[in-house]
């Protein structure tokens, strides 16, 4: 049973002050029988009062707002956490009937079949016919569409954005965990297989794993017998002790572990940074820039607070 421990830095910073900033983040770990929260620290610039509250998923989640100008927001997660359970997944035989029993009445299953209306439909239909799906247990697929999402798809930082759509990932054949992650759910609920979206941490020590010391995603796949059983297609393995969970919904956008918005005419960047640390003392970092988009309404406000400042 590891323990880990995260701090997980989510810094917003802006060209010009900006004020009545209202943010919503989901940075708590889930509590479960696969991971133990023991300590879990949370500071904001500013210091404001959190809203806690539970989502249409069951994520522990927070509102809070800064009032006053500011250049830059500050959000310092950190937590020390005991991962649970097997290392080795348990295997079933479970077959496409069991699964449509499963399913048969219950809302939330039924809700988390339904694909993304994409473009390249056929391309992911061809994928799935490749697979021969309906002749193998509802495990075997699952692993079969992970393995190959890993084989077929490269690792490339920086090719996405989080903005990327199901469709670009797919031209692209490449990405990062994210982008795996919705390409899985793609293929496994066109099968309809239910399946959700999971935020959270990877920490395997030194175990070569991609993703390690940065925020990561994964998918759970509905499993006759087996219930939501996690798998990683960044890294082709089911998910055990070395993943920490924070959330999980139906894509990215339910999962998102910061997300606001504010008033004034400035540009943000946004940096995220994760350090990892595990009991044998070693420690792994990383700092990441995330690639904003820049909408044609923060051009336009940019290009009026040019001309405002031009004409002071």
Not at 173 to 188: E, I, N, P, Y
Not at 191 to 217: F, L
Request: charged residues 20%; hydrophobic residues 40%; proline residues 3%.
């Amino acid at each position: 049973m590891p323990v880990f421990k995260i701090q997980h830095v989510t810094r917003y910073s802006y060209n010009r002050p900006v004020k009545e900033s209202v943010n919503q983040i989901r940075i708590y770990p889930i509590a479960s029988d696969q991971q133990e929260i023991l300590q879990h620290e949370v500071n904001i610039t500013a210091d404001p009062e959190l809203f806690l509250f539970l989502d249409y998923f069951g994520n522990r989640c927070a509102d809070f707002s800064l009032v006053e100008a500011h250049h830059e927001l500050t959000i310092d997660s950190r937590i020390i956490v005991r991962t649970m359970g097997n290392e080795l997944i348990t295997t079933v035989d479970s077959t496409w009937e069991d699964l449509e029993q499963n399913i048969a009445g219950d809302f939330n299953l039924i809700d988390l079949i339904r694909p993304d209306e994409i473009l390249l439909n056929q391309v992911v239909e061809e994928m799935i016919l490749s697979f021969d799906h309906r002749n193998k247990t509802i495990m075997q697929i699952v692993e079969i569409c992970s393995g190959f999402i890993f084989t077929d798809f490269k690792y490339i930082k920086g090719i996405t954005t989080i903005e990327s759509t199901v469709d670009e990932i797919l031209e692209h054949r490449s990405g990062v965990c994210q982008d795996f992650a919705h390409v899985l759910l793609q293929l496994l609920r066109t099968m309809g297989i239910p399946s959700r979206y999971v935020s959270g941490y990877i920490c395997p020590n030194k175990n070569g794993m991609r993703g390690e010391g940065a925020t990561h995603a994964w998918v759970e796949a509905w499993i006759p017998q087996l219930g939501w059983t996690g798998i990683d297609p960044t890294n082709n393995v089911w998910v055990t002790t070395h993943h920490v969970k924070l959330a999980v919904g139906r894509n990215f956008n339910d999962c998102t572990p910061a997300k606001g918005t504010f008033k004034g005419l400035a540009r943000q960047t946004l940096s995220v940074y994760v350090s990892v640390g595990y009991e044998d003392g070693h420690i792994f970092e990383e700092l990441n820039d995330v690639k904003m988009i820049i909408t044609k309404a923060a051009q336009e406000a940019e290009r009026m607070a040019m001309e405002a400042a031009q004409q002071q």
